[in-house]
């Protein structure tokens, strides 16, 4: 398995591949390489093949064997190769890689990228946060031979499109691939899954979706299981994800793909599975806060939660999984330290004998929770309406009463979740105690849930979140006195919003990476071209009502406004046009700008910026509510 790791005097994250006994053994550094990941091993267990970036290089596809020793590669791409697909038959490998156009991206010597050529531009999805600009760095498919150790790539498809995740056939003659509809000709946020036979013949339609597809697997007899969600148009927000399955298409047919789970109870995670067992396919299910392993039978359709036996334990948060016959080897994290590898079985159908059946391998967390780990309290209320609020508070050591940090996450369709969580810990150690929720508008209780915000942002979900405060300050640890309000993406421009419309609530309040003023934002972000009007609607006028910047001289508490200069999907005018009206309206406010970082600098920045983003963000709050006593700590 690959483990990864932050390094502060890198400024980097170091990764490795480590092999995880079954018998309870410690684990065992694998592979050499310092920045090796993504081990993937051959159908007859012989060879295990990696992504390696050597020091100031993309990353290359090596294999290895099972058993140790040299590692071969297998390609020199400027682009470097992504995630390898084994070949039913173990000789062949498939990937996808982005592939530059002559005279960008390095390909020719000499020439600066601030020298290269102007981009024509035609469509709306022209780039994306983290990655760059999209139409002269397509995704192409190869395949290369593992078995001919001089075997060069081969490339089968042109750069005309972007196609993606590749599943092979069992005969190993054709590949299942996501491509944009029509082969990415028009604008569009649907996405539909193609044949790509490896002789080199043009793609096909396979499966045309209901609105989009991912994560594709063919099982051994020929069937096609994909996760998807069904949309019209453009209005693709909080949609529960779904496991489909379709007949894999010969002779140039297209197949209709019918939806296995229940659209309103069932959100299926799309970045993990599914997989295949003899008794049904294995999915991770967002639901109440947990991320959980999922059987979804043979013979369903549409079958609503409560119809998936449950292969992991309630309170569990499923990141990666793999299966070998009866036995599942699960990455799961959990609330006391990041993810461990759990051993468990296929057989395992309700809580209790999920519990009977784990066994945890590894204990990667132990440095954290030697050094403590503050346990979550789970908060169950009601709101003002009588809708469930369901949220969780974090306390620091010690009786209190003390100071409150509400914690606001992006999405808005995405949970807080049974897991640790870094900065929720970090507060805590520092004496704050934080509460976090799950608003309407977020993902794993519904699909309903989700869409409640759709053309109602700043109603419901604020609603929710004072509620869950109002929980977490009835408690006799926190004091109601000192509250502070902080969060990013669309917790940042909740966090602008309720310092404009329920100041009197908040000491101050932390906007990171917020969307503050959605006149631009739908102009200027990678995603705002569909995401502004699915939320909010056509009407302009509404965009200017919706925006903190508009409101900023209703703020009347001290205001932290955070961004990070080469963010596309809040882009950095955001923060700039935040901070110049609370500035001119008079509000005690502080700009941070963080340079080099995009719009995940929190999760996955340098690790020097984030390391200094949480000084940051411990140093604002020290001035602006301190925590009494901090000094004899």
């Known amino acids: ?58 990353p290359q596809l090596f294999v290895m064997p099972v058993d140790g020793g040299e590692a071969r590669r297998l390609t020199a791409l400027p682009g470097g190769a992504g995630e390898p697909v084994w070949s039913p038959d173990s000789r062949r490998i498939a990937f996808v890689a982005r592939v530059g156009e002559a005279g960008r991206y390095g390909t020719e010597e000499g020439v600066d990228a601030s020298a290269e050529a102007p981009r024509h531009i035609t469509r709306l999805m022209y780039r994306v946060d983290g990655v760059g600009f999209l139409g002269d760095q397509r995704r192409r498919l190869f395949v290369v031979d593992v078995v001919d150790g001089d075997s060069e790539p081969v490339e089968l498809t042109d750069g005309e499109f972007d196609v993606d995740q590749p599943a092979w056939a069992p005969d190993g003659s054709r590949l299942v691939v996501v491509a944009d509809r029509d082969l990415g000709r028009v604008d569009t946020l649907h996405r539909d899954l193609y044949v790509v036979p490896v002789s080199g013949a043009a793609p096909r339609l396979a499966v045309r ?136 079985t296929v057989h395992a159908s309700d809580d209790a004998a999920a519990a009977e059946a784990a066994t945890t391998l590894t204990d990667y967390g132990r440095d954290i929770r030697d050094r403590g780990v503050r346990p979550l309290r789970e908060l169950i209320g009601a709101g003002p309406d009588g809708y469930p609020v369901h949220g969780w508070l974090v306390l620091p050591e010690g009786p209190g009463p003390h100071p409150v940090l509400l914690l606001v996450h992006g999405g808005p369709f995405a949970p807080y ?169 008079g509000v005690d406010v502080e700009l941070l700008l963080f340079p080099g970082e995009g719009h995940e600098l929190s999760r996955s920045g340098q690790p020097r910026h984030r390391r200094q983003r949480f000084d940051a963000v411990l140093d604002f709050w020290n001035r602006r509510m301190p925590v009494r006593g901090a000094a004899e700590r």
């Not at 007859?44 to 390696?52: C, E, I, N």
């Not at 599942?328 to 468990?344: F, M, N, Q, S, W």
């Not at 071209?529 to 001290?558: C, M, N």
């Open 1 to 58: 398995m690959e483990v990864t790791r932050p390094d502060l005097e890198e400024n980097a994250y170091l990764s490795g591949i480590e092999r995880v006994p079954l018998d309870g053994g410690d684990p065992a550094r694998w592979t050499r390489g310092g920045r090796d990941r993504t081990p993937r091993i051959s159908p007859d267990g012989r060879l295990t093949a990696f992504l390696r970036a050597e020091a100031g290089q993309r």
């Open 209 to 344: 979706s209901t609105g989009t597809v991912s994560a594709p697997v063919v099982s051994a007899d020929g069937r096609l299981y994909y996760l998807g969600t069904e949309f019209a148009g453009l209005d693709e927000v909080a949609r529960n994800g779904g496991l489909f399955r379709a007949e894999l298409p010969a002779d140039g047919r297209i197949a209709e793909g019918v939806r296995l789970t229940d659209v309103e109870t069932v959100d299926v995670e799309s970045g993990c599975g599914p997989v295949p067992v003899a008794s049904g396919v294995l999915v991770v299910v967002r639901e109440r806060g947990s991320a959980r392993l999922r059987l979804v039978p043979d013979d369903v359709i549409a079958a609503p939660l409560s119809a998936l036996p449950a292969l992991t334990e309630e309170r569990a948060s499923v990141r990666r999984f793999v299966v070998h016959g009866d036995r599942i080897a699960v990455v799961r994290a959990d609330v006391d330290g990041p993810a461990e590898v759990v051993l468990t």
């Open 417 to 585: 979740e049974w897991s640790f969580f870094d900065e929720a810990q970090v507060y805590a150690s520092a004496g704050y105690a934080v509460v976090m929720s799950n608003p309407r508008g977020s993902a794993g209780y519904g699909q309903r849930h989700g869409r409640a915000v759709v053309e109602a942002m700043g109603t419901v979900d604020v609603s929710d979140l004072l509620a869950a405060l109002d929980l977490g300050l009835a408690e006799p640890e926190c004091d109601a006195t000192r509250v502070g309000v902080m969060g990013g993406s669309y917790g940042g421009f909740m966090t602008s919003w309720l310092a404009a419309h329920h100041g009197e609530r908040f000491t101050a309040a932390w906007s990171e990476r917020a969307v503050n003023a959605w006149d631009s934002f739908h102009g200027s972000s990678d995603i705002g071209w569909f995401f502004t009007e699915a939320y909010l609607g056509p009407d302009p006028q509404v965009w200017r009502d919706k925006s903190p910047v508009y409101h900023a001289h209703r703020v009347e508490i001290p205001f932290a406004v955070v961004h990070s200069e080469h963010d596309w999907r809040c882009p950095v005018e955001q923060a700039q046009r935040q901070y110049v009206a609370l500035h001119r309206a």
